[in-house]
């Protein structure tokens, strides 16, 4: 008792308050003097006090016999029974008291043959306790109404005050006499206590028998070697009787009145306290100026039928129905507009704020309040209105239970009771005037949420907006304090989540955004859930019998600090919740009602609580079989709980084979409900047990608890078992983290996002296919901005490699790749990038949500690592094949510009003495030059042009031979493919197909973009060997064929169709034919290329050059570095260009918006440019062909991005970059070679082998100048440097006169390949609406999934048999129980594939961007696709109210 004093001393006022109400549950006494060890003052805790509740059943005629009440102790004037020693005695007063109180022994007062106690104390010495004695209205009760006691510890003689106290309280005093001779102080005392008027019991300790007296209410009672029994009894019978005669009772309230006489200090005279009390005593008159019945409807205005109202419509907005002629679209406008109504009139209600939540709010928000003042006002309001819901309510009960008495008793009507039952009527009312009457603090802080809810989203006056922002720090505050705050309003079944997001924002703001542990509890009505967290934690959930906690609290509590690493958090937030199957809620809505909040409460927790009252299987198999399901559906949204199951109530707890058994039944019964679920769910992976679902050891996972109380209440202790029991569940909880494998805890903001999102989901009816993760799809959208830039760096660096290897290939300086150094090069790059990528998986916040994708990532990125290896690998095989084939004709050219140089030299030779003028070289150069053409183009006669027409044809008639009229299909091809009903049948199998004729679309334009789509392939396809510089070939004519083919099969495929053999006919025959020309150019091009009279005049100009300057006497170096300088300049000129279009490319990436976030960011930046140009045939080709259309929104931004004036800029500082290089080279091989004495063929060779590394600097075509007789290798080095200072002079100079516009064309089709290689991805659309996935990965794994989705009218679908458009969206009508064709869209994946491939949400995530492009461009829409925006396709009017400015301020 020293140390439950000790602590009492140390604690605040609101602790001692607590304990006090712990003390009074546990049947001990409680301190009601305490002298103070320090000051010598008595104190009085009358706020620890005053919250003493206790419940009984009298059988006095005074009150209310018979009936059960719960009362307030404070102010429930009783009978006060005082006992007090005299001297010292062998017999312990306190051990006599606790037998006259309790039947089963119970220490309600400690004393010394206690275990664990002496016969000294130090800190007891002068306490007064008080307890009270309760009857159950039994026969056996000891009394029969309710008894206070009085025990005065140690000597009365040494504690005057408190004696004097005890004296003016009591009704009753019993006096414990020692067996000693008493001193005259203690004489006297006792002489006082026997002339008192108040009754008086003596008992003698050092006498075995004492004569009776007359007096009746004197009684001297032996107590010496007395039977216990016999002693306890005759006390008992005189304190009855005395108790009887002398009606005096008195209250705590009383007693303060007494003390304060006395002079003893009372803890609510504390200055706080009595602010704090006239706050409440404010707010409560304010209170009861109004009638009960009109109460909250006059002062909490927000939460009656207009809140539950806007719940209801709330929960329709996903729930939609499909009747009548209306769109669903319009009946979500209806819905919003109708919610938009209900907050209009709470706001009206509210508007202004009624003076009682005025004031409220600011006794909790004003700064002149301290933090202990705002404590005491909320503990006092709480108190008073628990008082003055008390009083209202007793009339009502009354009322209700002789009703229902009357209700059951009556005659029974055949077919049940109905609503129109009079006694039925006036119970429902008598109900409401119930629930009209109660009034706490959980619906004063509801209705705070309401005024934020109704208030937040509106303009505001100053005054009304700074109430408004303050209103999430008080749930902060509570929340802080230790204080439950509401968390779905019971009353309606609602998350105010817009309150409930701000609260826990604000707490973030507080207390920084902490590692929050989150426990929650389910089990049916009245299972002692709340009880247990109390127990566990010291919390303040209410308790009592019935449906007590209404919806769901949360309440916070802080760890401490030095168990922080070992638990891995620093928060704990509990989630108390109603009971599950409430008698009061009919079974249909019970159960959905409870599988919702069992679904919210499951999500919610890190480890969910399954409490379990008692042995009845029926209720056993209710609550677990609810539990299950929820578990599952966690499962299906990849969310992974903990549960622990607690049997409560269960005799012999601790029988160790009892246990084993029921472990065993409790698993057998829940891999049962585990099967049976997961077939209702329709799960594809097969589940097999509880384990399937859910980590669970039911050796570990599973308690039993004994019965909360050791006999029957109101007197009943607690069983010290339930403590133990509670107290190694409370170590299994906390240490989840070790037992619990993947343990990751939450932050305070991400719990914000998954309350969020798990409401959001439940607002739907399917759970699983509408629940979206709000923190995985952020965390997502951030992973895969890392990956693109992570793909950049592989992309750049093979972009550079690439460029080496060919330079060098070119070049001559490498012969063939080898992949083994190819790969070890590019693992020099991908090993950082692997660390990089681990490093970011490990060490970001967010990384247990990570790990998920780890594999994917490392394999995404090693496949695009090796993907760029094998793409260098092809094409430098490609070059080194061109190069073998070219390799004669390349020697063969050499050859010839040999010769050349040589005839010219010679002639210049001759001429330079003759100084003539430039016309007279050029034409003696023409001469020569003639001659020497007409040697060349006869070594050789011209080969013949390949019919490219005929070719075509032929492989036409070869691979369609089986078609009888296909000589004159091929013949007949004039360009121009037309789809044709009759010719190409394919409108009676568009009308045999279920699953794309229920879309209700245009056949003619669906064909017509399919059509286009293969088109589009092939002119890629064509495109890209027309960039490859190669010559015709039959085998194209094969590809294309093969490419057309395909392209069909997987549509047929996906689609489960048949293409007419005609449509593949006719549609193969126009593309081969169409590209006839195509092919053509690329003959006559590579012929070009081929023909060594046509290379060669390419450089007459540069032999020209050479000629004159040979003519003018110019000598061997200056010759040897002019040439050499007009080869390097195309060389230059295509490196530069290389290298600009790679930094053109990394600088969008890096820094256009448009580019360096993920596919939905492109998407969003594409609808804005679609907007700025509203184009309607831009809008046409972005819906129908989107590839097509990113590829010109590229080429676009590419283009924009080239002519700007910092382009020029660029393009020179690349150009200064090669001269740099250049003119290193020149330094490094002049030194080198003068080192070994080398000629300038050998200069010319390391000058090449250095360079070609850089740039294609081909040594072939340098032999002409090899032979140069060059002595001074020193003067060419100066030389080469002077005119590669000229020459790039002159680049220069031509970049900023035609700012680059002759190289920029090369730059833009280099730039936009760089950027369509990197922003691969998935273009598959969504087969309702064409909205496209989102998928950065081409061909992905998994199915496919949008963001936002689009109305179906957008992809041109209609309602069957009319001509009115669907605009219906897709997410939209899987939330409704609207069908398509036979199939409902609930159930799309049923439809097989497209369907089955997408993930479509249901929710209303609707973007105001299209609704603006239908009603934009509805006209043309309407010619281009036939139907018309009529009846159930009508545009609802809210969508014509959208600008362009807030559709794209949505999309930013």
Same mark, same amino acid.
């Given at each position: 008792?020293?140390?439950?004093?000790?602590?009492?001393?140390?604690?605040?006022?609101?602790?001692?308050?607590?304990?006090?109400?712990?003390?009074?549950?546990?049947?001990?006494?409680?301190?009601?003097?305490?002298?103070?060890?320090?000051?010598?003052?008595?104190?009085?805790?009358?706020?620890?006090?005053? $919250?003493?509740?206790?419940?009984?059943?009298?059988?006095?005629?005074?009150?209310?016999?018979?009936?059960?009440?719960?009362?307030?102790?404070?102010?429930?004037?009783?009978?006060?029974?005082?006992?007090?020693?005299?001297?010292?005695?062998?017999?312990?007063?306190?051990?006599?008291?606790?037998?006259?109180?309790?039947?089963?022994?119970?220490?309600?007062?400690?004393?010394?043959?206690?275990?664990?106690?002496?016969?000294?104390?130090?800190?007891?010495?002068?306490?007064?306790?008080?307890?009270?004695?309760?009857?159950?209205?039994?026969?056996?009760?000891?009394?029969?109404?309710?008894?206070?006691?009085? $025990?005065?510890?140690?000597?009365?003689?040494?504690?005057?005050?408190?004696?004097?106290?005890?004296?003016?309280?009591?009704?009753?005093?019993?006096?414990?006499?020692?067996?000693?001779?008493?001193?005259?102080?203690?004489?006297?005392?006792?002489?006082?206590?026997?002339?008192?008027?108040?009754?008086?019991?003596?008992?003698?300790?050092?006498?075995?028998?004492?004569?009776?007296?007359?007096?009746?209410?004197?009684?001297?009672?032996?107590?010496?070697?007395?039977?216990?029994?016999?002693?306890?009894?005759?006390?008992?019978?005189?304190?009855?009787?005395?108790?009887?005669?002398?009606?005096?009772?008195?209250?705590?309230?009383?007693?303060?009145?007494?003390?304060?006489?006395?002079?003893?200090?009372?803890?609510?005279?504390?200055?706080?306290?009595?602010?704090?009390?006239?706050?409440?005593?404010?707010?409560?008159?304010?209170?009861?100026?109004?009638?009960?019945?009109?109460?909250?409807?006059?002062?909490?205005?927000?939460?009656?039928?207009?809140?539950?109202?806007?719940?209801?419509?709330?929960?329709?907005?996903?729930?939609?129905?499909?009747?009548?002629?209306?769109?669903?679209?319009?009946?979500?406008?209806?819905? *919003?507009?109708?919610?938009?109504?209900?907050?209009?009139?709470?706001?009206?209600?509210?508007?202004?704020?009624?003076?009682?939540?005025?004031?409220?709010?600011?006794?909790?928000?004003?700064?002149?309040?301290?933090?202990?003042?705002?404590?005491?006002?909320?503990?006092?309001?709480?108190?008073?209105?628990?008082?003055?819901?008390?009083?209202?309510?007793?009339?009502?009960?009354?009322?209700?239970?002789?009703?229902?008495?009357?209700?059951?008793?009556?005659?029974?009507?055949?077919?049940?009771?109905?609503?129109?039952?009079?006694?039925?009527?006036?119970?429902?009312?008598?109900?409401?005037?119930?629930?009209?009457?109660?009034?706490?603090?959980?619906?004063?802080?509801?209705?705070?949420?309401?005024?934020?809810?109704?208030?937040?989203?509106?303009?505001?006056?100053?005054?009304?907006?700074?109430?408004?922002?303050?209103?999430?720090?008080?749930?902060?505050?509570?929340?802080?304090?230790?204080?439950?705050?509401?968390?779905?309003?019971?009353?309606?079944?609602?998350?105010?989540?817009?309150?409930?997001?701000?609260?826990?924002?604000?707490?973030?703001?507080?207390?920084?955004?902490?590692?929050?542990?989150?426990?929650?509890?389910?089990?049916?009505?009245?299972?002692?859930?709340?009880?247990?967290?109390?127990?566990?934690?010291?919390?303040?959930?209410?308790?009592?019998?019935?449906?007590?906690?209404?919806?769901?609290?949360?309440?916070?509590?802080?760890?401490?600090?030095?168990?922080?690493?070992?638990?891995?958090?620093?928060?704990?937030?509990?989630?108390?919740?109603?009971?599950?199957?409430?008698?009061?809620?009919?079974?249909?809505?019970?159960?959905?009602?409870?599988?919702?909040?069992?679904?919210?409460?499951?999500?919610?927790?890190?480890?969910?609580?399954?409490?379990?009252?008692?042995?009845?299987?029926?209720?056993?198999?209710?609550?677990?079989?609810?539990?299950?399901?929820?578990?599952?559906?966690?499962?299906?949204? *990849?969310?992974?709980?903990?549960?622990?199951?607690?049997?409560?109530?269960?005799?012999?707890?601790?029988?160790?084979?009892?246990?084993?058994?029921?472990?065993?039944?409790?698993?057998?019964?829940?891999?049962?409900?585990?099967?049976?679920?997961?077939?209702?769910?329709?799960?594809?992976?097969?589940?097999?047990?509880?384990?399937?679902?859910?980590?669970?050891?039911?050796?570990?996972?599973?308690?039993?608890?004994?019965?909360?109380?050791?006999?029957?209440?109101?007197?009943?202790?607690?069983?010290?078992?339930?403590?133990?029991?509670?107290?190694?569940?409370?170590?299994?909880?906390?240490?989840?983290?070790?037992?619990?494998?993947?343990?990751?805890?939450?932050?305070?903001?991400?719990?914000?996002?998954?309350?969020?999102?798990?409401?959001?989901?439940?607002?739907?009816?399917?759970?699983?296919?509408?629940?979206?993760?709000?923190?995985?799809?952020?965390?997502?959208?951030?992973?895969?901005?890392?990956?693109?830039?992570?793909?950049?760096?592989?992309?750049?660096?093979?972009?550079?490699?690439?460029?080496?290897? %060919?330079?060098?290939?070119?070049?001559?300086?490498?012969?063939?790749?080898?992949?083994?150094?190819?790969?070890?090069?590019?693992?020099?790059?991908?090993?950082?990038?692997?660390?990089?990528?681990?490093?970011?998986?490990?060490?970001?916040?967010?990384?247990?949500?990570?790990?998920?994708?780890?594999?994917?990532?490392?394999?995404?990125?090693?496949?695009?690592?090796?993907?760029?290896?094998?793409?260098?690998?092809?094409?430098?095989?490609?070059?080194?094949?061109?190069?073998?084939?070219?390799?004669?004709?390349?020697?063969?050219?050499?050859?010839?510009?040999?010769?050349?140089?040589?005839?010219?030299?010679?002639?210049?030779?001759?001429?330079?003495?003759?100084?003539?003028?430039?016309?007279?070289?050029?034409?003696?150069?023409?001469?020569?030059?003639?001659?020497?053409?007409?040697?060349?183009?006869?070594? *050789?006669?011209?080969?013949?042009?390949?019919?490219?027409?005929?070719?075509?044809?032929?492989?036409?008639?070869?691979?369609?031979?089986?078609?009888?009229?296909?000589?004159?299909?091929?013949?007949?091809?004039?360009?121009?493919?037309?789809?044709?009903?009759?010719?190409?049948?394919?409108?009676?199998?568009?009308?045999?197909?279920?699953?794309?004729?229920?879309?209700?679309?245009?056949?003619?334009?669906?064909? $017509?973009?399919?059509?286009?789509?293969?088109?589009?392939?092939? $002119?890629?396809?064509?495109?890209?060997?027309?960039?490859?510089?190669?010559?015709?070939?039959?085998?194209?004519?094969?590809?294309?064929?093969?490419?057309?083919?395909?392209?069909?099969?997987?549509?047929?495929?996906?689609?489960?169709?048949?293409?007419?053999?005609?449509? %593949?006919?006719?549609?193969?025959?126009?593309?081969?034919?169409?590209?006839?020309?195509?092919?053509?150019?690329?003959?006559?091009?590579?012929?070009?290329?081929?023909?060594?009279?046509?290379?060669?005049?390419?450089?007459?100009?540069?032999?020209?050059?050479?000629?004159?300057?040979?003519?003018?006497?110019?000598?061997?170096?200056?010759?040897?570095?002019?040439?050499?300088?007009?080869?390097?300049?195309?060389?230059?000129?295509?490196?530069?260009?290389?290298?600009?279009?790679?930094?053109?490319?990394?600088?969008?990436?890096?820094?256009?918006?448009?580019?360096?976030?993920?596919?939905?960011?492109?998407?969003?930046?594409? %609808?804005?440019?679609?907007?700025?140009?509203?184009?309607?045939?831009?809008?046409?080709?972005?819906?129908?062909?989107?590839?097509?259309?990113?590829?010109?929104?590229?080429?676009?931004?590419?283009?924009?991005?080239?002519?700007?004036?910092?382009?020029?800029?660029?393009?020179?500082?690349?150009?200064?970059?090669?001269?740099?290089?250049?003119?290193?080279?020149?330094?490094?091989?002049?030194?080198?070679?003068?080192?070994?004495?080398?000629?300038?063929?050998?200069?010319?060779?390391?000058?090449?082998?250095?360079?070609?590394?850089?740039?294609?600097?081909?040594?072939?075509?340098?032999?002409?100048?090899?032979?140069?007789?060059?002595?001074?290798?020193?003067?060419?080095?100066?030389?080469?440097?002077?005119?590669?200072?000229?020459?790039?002079?002159?680049?220069?100079?031509?970049?900023?006169?035609?700012?680059?516009?002759?190289?920029?064309?090369?730059?833009?089709?280099?730039?936009?390949?760089?950027?369509?290689?990197?922003?691969?991805?998935?273009?598959?659309?969504?087969?309702?609406?064409?909205?496209?996935?989102?998928?950065?990965?081409?061909?992905?794994?998994?199915?496919?999934?949008?963001?936002?989705?689009?109305?179906?009218?957008?992809?041109?679908?209609?309602?069957?048999?009319?001509?009115?458009?669907?605009?219906?969206?897709?997410?939209?009508?899987?939330?409704?129980?609207?069908?398509?064709?036979?199939?409902?869209?609930?159930?799309?994946?049923?439809?097989?594939?497209?369907?089955?491939?997408?993930?479509?949400?249901?929710?209303?995530?609707?973007?105001?961007?299209?609704?603006?492009?239908?009603?934009?461009?509805?006209?043309?829409?309407?010619?281009?696709?036939?139907?018309?925006?009529?009846?159930?396709?009508?545009?609802?009017?809210?969508?014509?109210?959208?600008?362009?400015?807030?559709?794209?301020?949505?999309?930013?």
């Amino acid at each position: 008792m020293d140390i439950h004093m000790a602590v009492f001393h140390c604690a605040d006022d609101f602790l001692r308050q607590y304990i006090f109400s712990k003390l009074s549950s546990c049947q001990f006494g409680l301190p009601l003097l305490v002298p103070n060890p320090f000051t010598q003052e008595t104190e009085f805790p009358l706020w620890a006090l005053r $919250n003493i509740k206790k419940s009984w059943q009298s059988k006095s005629k005074t009150d209310s016999p018979g009936k059960y009440q719960s009362r307030h102790m404070f102010n429930t004037p009783v009978p006060v029974v005082s006992f007090i020693r005299l001297g010292e005695s062998s017999i312990s007063k306190s051990q006599i008291l606790n037998s006259v109180i309790s039947k089963q022994k119970h220490t309600v007062f400690f004393h010394r043959h206690c275990k664990g106690s002496t016969r000294d104390c130090l800190l007891m010495d002068g306490v007064v306790e008080i307890t009270w004695y309760c009857p159950a209205g039994k026969e056996d009760d000891v009394f029969d109404d309710c008894v206070a006691f009085l $025990n005065l510890h140690g000597d009365a003689r040494d504690h005057p005050e408190q004696l004097e106290f005890m004296q003016s309280v009591s009704t009753v005093n019993v006096v414990l006499l020692s067996e000693h001779p008493l001193d005259e102080e203690r004489k006297h005392i006792s002489k006082n206590l026997f002339k008192s008027p108040v009754p008086l019991i003596v008992l003698f300790s050092g006498q075995e028998k004492r004569p009776t007296l007359e007096n009746p209410t004197k009684v001297r009672l032996a107590a010496k070697n007395r039977n216990e029994a016999e002693l306890n009894k005759e006390i008992i019978s005189h304190i009855q009787h005395c108790v009887n005669m002398y009606e005096k009772k008195t209250s705590i309230e009383l007693f303060c009145d007494k003390a304060r006489k006395h002079q003893f200090k009372v803890d609510e005279d504390k200055k706080s306290c009595r602010d704090g009390r006239e706050q409440a005593e404010g707010l409560m008159s304010l209170l009861r100026e109004e009638r009960s019945s009109s109460l909250k409807d006059k002062l909490l205005p927000l939460q009656g039928k207009l809140w539950h109202d806007w719940c209801r419509k709330d929960k329709e907005q996903y729930r939609l129905k499909c009747e009548g002629k209306e769109s669903l679209q319009c009946q979500l406008e209806a819905i *919003k507009n109708e919610k938009a109504a209900i907050r209009k009139k709470q706001l009206e209600a509210a508007s202004p704020p009624n003076d009682f939540m005025r004031s409220f709010i600011n006794c909790l928000t004003s700064p002149h309040h301290s933090q202990e003042t705002r404590l005491y006002m909320l503990q006092w309001l709480r108190m008073f209105l628990d008082e003055f819901s008390f009083g209202a309510l007793t009339g009502y009960e009354e009322e209700y239970l002789s009703t229902w008495a009357t209700f059951k008793c009556g005659p029974k009507v055949k077919g049940g009771s109905t609503s129109t039952d009079p006694l039925l009527m006036k119970l429902n009312t008598i109900s409401d005037n119930m629930n009209a009457t109660t009034i706490g603090l959980q619906h004063i802080m509801r209705e705070t949420s309401q005024m934020y809810e109704v208030f937040k989203p509106t303009k505001r006056q100053k005054e009304t907006y700074e109430l408004i922002e303050a209103l999430p720090a008080i749930g902060a505050e509570m929340l802080m304090s230790g204080l439950p705050l509401e968390l779905m309003d019971g009353d309606a079944a609602h998350v105010p989540l817009l309150w409930i997001q701000a609260v826990l924002d604000r707490l973030t703001e507080t207390l920084g955004d902490k590692k929050v542990f989150v426990l929650s509890v389910l089990g049916l009505q009245s299972s002692g859930k709340s009880t247990l967290l109390n127990a566990m934690f010291g919390l303040q959930f209410t308790v009592s019998a019935g449906r007590c906690t209404r919806g769901a609290f949360m309440q916070l509590i802080k760890v401490d600090p030095a168990l922080v690493d070992q638990l891995k958090y620093e928060y704990v937030l509990v989630v108390d919740t109603e009971g599950l199957r409430p008698p009061e809620l009919s079974t249909n809505t019970s159960l959905s009602h409870d599988n919702e909040l069992a679904t919210f409460i499951i999500g919610i927790g890190d480890i969910t609580i399954i409490n379990i009252m008692g042995e009845n299987p029926s209720e056993m198999h209710d609550i677990l079989q609810i539990c299950v399901q929820a578990f599952l559906r966690m499962k299906q949204v *990849k969310i992974t709980p903990s549960c622990i199951f607690v049997h409560q109530n269960v005799a012999e707890a601790s029988a160790g084979e009892k246990n084993m058994e029921g472990r065993i039944n409790l698993l057998r019964k829940l891999d049962a409900m585990a099967v049976t679920a997961a077939k209702e769910e329709q799960i594809d992976k097969p589940v097999t047990g509880f384990s399937d679902i859910i980590q669970f050891d039911v050796r570990t996972q599973v308690f039993y608890f004994q019965g909360l109380l050791e006999g029957d209440p109101p007197m009943a202790p607690p069983n010290p078992s339930y403590s133990q029991n509670v107290q190694q569940l409370k170590n299994k909880v906390l240490s989840i983290a070790q037992w619990r494998s993947g343990c990751r805890f939450f932050t305070l903001s991400e719990v914000k996002d998954r309350i969020s999102d798990l409401w959001n989901g439940l607002l739907k009816e399917n759970f699983v296919f509408s629940f979206r993760n709000t923190l995985e799809i952020m965390v997502y959208i951030d992973l895969e901005k890392k990956v693109s830039e992570w793909s950049w760096k592989l992309r750049k660096h093979a972009l550079d490699k690439e460029n080496e290897l %060919l330079n060098q290939l070119h070049s001559n300086i490498i012969k063939d790749v080898n992949p083994k150094d190819l790969i070890d090069d590019f693992y020099q790059v991908y090993d950082p990038l692997k660390e990089e990528i681990d490093t970011y998986f490990k060490e970001n916040k967010n990384s247990e949500i990570l790990i998920q994708w780890k594999v994917t990532i490392d394999r995404r990125l090693e496949n695009l690592n090796g993907e760029l290896i094998q793409d260098i690998i092809k094409k430098c095989k490609d070059v080194i094949t061109i190069r073998k084939s070219r390799s004669e004709l390349d020697h063969r050219n050499s050859d010839y510009e040999a010769e050349l140089h040589e005839i010219s030299k010679n002639l210049a030779s001759k001429l330079k003495d003759q100084r003539l003028t430039d016309q007279d070289v050029e034409k003696q150069f023409d001469s020569i030059w003639t001659d020497w053409s007409t040697k060349v183009a006869n070594d *050789k006669p011209p080969e013949k042009p390949v019919n490219v027409r005929a070719a075509v044809e032929e492989v036409l008639q070869t691979n369609f031979s089986n078609q009888k009229d296909i000589t004159d299909k091929i013949r007949g091809e004039r360009g121009l493919f037309m789809l044709d009903v009759k010719k190409h049948g394919y409108l009676a199998w568009w009308k045999s197909l279920d699953t794309w004729h229920l879309l209700h679309r245009n056949p003619d334009d669906c064909m $017509n973009q399919y059509t286009q789509q293969v088109t589009n392939s092939v $002119n890629r396809y064509i495109t890209g060997k027309e960039a490859e510089g190669r010559d015709f070939n039959d085998s194209f004519i094969h590809e294309i064929l093969s490419i057309i083919t395909s392209e069909i099969n997987i549509y047929t495929k996906s689609n489960k169709v048949e293409f007419p053999k005609e449509y %593949l006919t006719d549609l193969s025959v126009h593309l081969c034919i169409k590209a006839v020309p195509t092919f053509k150019r690329m003959h006559s091009s590579f012929r070009k290329t081929v023909n060594p009279l046509t290379y060669l005049k390419s450089k007459r100009d540069q032999y020209l050059q050479m000629f004159k300057n040979l003519c003018k006497g110019a000598n061997s170096i200056t010759i040897f570095a002019d040439f050499l300088c007009k080869q390097l300049e195309p060389a230059i000129k295509q490196q530069m260009n290389q290298k600009t279009s790679r930094q053109i490319s990394d600088l969008l990436i890096h820094n256009h918006p448009a580019f360096n976030g993920n596919r939905s960011n492109l998407e969003n930046h594409i %609808l804005e440019h679609l907007a700025e140009k509203q184009s309607f045939e831009d809008y046409e080709e972005y819906i129908d062909q989107p590839y097509t259309y990113f590829i010109g929104f590229i080429q676009e931004h590419v283009k924009k991005y080239c002519a700007n004036d910092k382009m020029t800029n660029m393009h020179i500082e690349n150009l200064c970059s090669l001269e740099s290089v250049v003119l290193t080279v020149n330094t490094e091989v002049t030194a080198e070679v003068v080192t070994q004495r080398g000629d300038a063929k050998t200069w010319l060779d390391s000058f090449c082998k250095e360079l070609g590394t850089h740039m294609v600097i081909n040594r072939e075509d340098l032999k002409s100048i090899e032979n140069e007789d060059i002595q001074n290798l020193t003067e060419l080095k100066e030389m080469m440097a002077k005119c590669l200072n000229e020459m790039v002079k002159k680049m220069k100079e031509q970049e900023e006169q035609n700012s680059g516009k002759e190289s920029f064309a090369t730059l833009e089709s280099q730039a936009t390949k760089h950027m369509l290689d990197h922003h691969q991805g998935c273009w598959a659309q969504c087969p309702f609406c064409k909205a496209i996935c989102t998928n950065t990965i081409p061909n992905h794994e998994g199915d496919h999934s949008v963001i936002f989705h689009r109305p179906q009218a957008v992809a041109g679908n209609n309602w069957k048999d009319t001509d009115h458009f669907a605009i219906e969206f897709c997410t939209t009508s899987i939330g409704s129980d609207a069908y398509f064709d036979s199939i409902p869209y609930k159930r799309y994946r049923d439809a097989g594939e497209p369907y089955n491939q997408w993930i479509i949400t249901a929710d209303d995530s609707t973007q105001r961007y299209w609704k603006w492009f239908l009603c934009t461009f509805q006209s043309q829409w309407e010619k281009k696709k036939g139907y018309r925006f009529a009846g159930k396709g009508e545009i609802p009017s809210g969508w014509k109210k959208i600008t362009l400015q807030s559709a794209l301020e949505e999309l930013k």
